[in-house]
């Protein structure tokens, strides 16, 4: 049983195309994320959204579009690829609350060329 | 701006040691510290976390140590195993009302025979 899956998990493209990660959780969760990991494994959140509402937006270039059909799905668009967006996608769902454990899907392999 | 400050980059322990990592934090109203064990190509994944009302927790071989007037806290594992080795990342929670999580930069072990 996957908790939280991604598709794809390696994504490579060149410089200037459009794509589209796409993240699902089974949890019942009512809170998704978007983290970027870079090749230092630095750790970092770019979106949350709670209940289909954007809650957290961190200082991501708007050629970032999250996108939240419904609270078990939470999709990343990137417009006009750069290389330096080459990373680890993470997406992850929490229930919220006081101990906040938050899952993490298995990674998506962005490398732009 | 890094909120959070992890130390060892790096560690290499022998099997059967203790691994000690560290993690320094600069804002008070952090309320939540959470420790994440990252093997490669996986996500995060919780393995302890610590709410600051308590000093220390323990659960099986990794202990959490807090101090809050140092602003400090660190991972313990004891009797360090092969399986052990992974990326570490400490973690404060920022909590008024996103919930949003503040990663540490990530500690490699690698546990020795």
């Known amino acids: 049983d996957t908790a939280v899956s991604q598709t794809p998990k390696y994504l490579v493209t060149q410089m200037g195309n459009d794509k589209s990660i796409k993240c699902e959780q089974n949890l019942g969760h009512d809170t998704m994320y978007w983290y970027k990991q870079d090749s230092k494994k630095f750790l970092k959140i770019m979106f949350s959204?709670?209940?289909?509402?954007?809650?957290i937006n961190e200082t991501v270039p708007n050629r970032f579009s999250p996108k939240s059909p419904d609270k078990a799905h939470l999709n990343l668009h990137i417009n006009s690829l750069e290389l330096g967006d080459s990373a680890v996608y993470f997406c992850?769902?929490?229930?919220?609350?006081?101990?906040?454990?938050?899952?993490f899907g298995p990674g998506t392999r962005l490398t732009v060329l | 701006q890094q909120q959070v400050k992890q130390s060892p980059q790096s560690l290499i322990v022998q099997k059967g040691g203790i691994s000690i990592i560290n993690c320094a934090y600069e804002?008070?109203?952090?309320?939540?510290f959470p420790w994440y064990q990252q093997f490669p190509g996986k996500g995060p994944a919780l393995l302890i976390a610590?709410?600051?009302?308590?000093s220390e927790k323990k659960e099986g071989r990794f202990t959490i140590s807090f101090n809050k007037s140092a602003k400090q806290f660190s991972l313990h594992i004891m009797d360090s195993q092969p399986g052990d080795s992974a990326t570490y990342f400490c973690a404060t929670r920022f909590y008024f009302g996103n919930e949003k999580l503040t990663f540490g930069t990530g500690t490699r072990l690698t546990i020795i025979p």
């Open positions: 992850a769902s929490s229930r919220g609350g006081a101990l906040n454990e938050q899952f």
């Open positions: 959204y709670n209940n289909k509402e954007l809650i």
């Open positions: 804002n008070t109203a952090f309320d939540y």
């Open positions: 610590i709410r600051p009302d308590v």
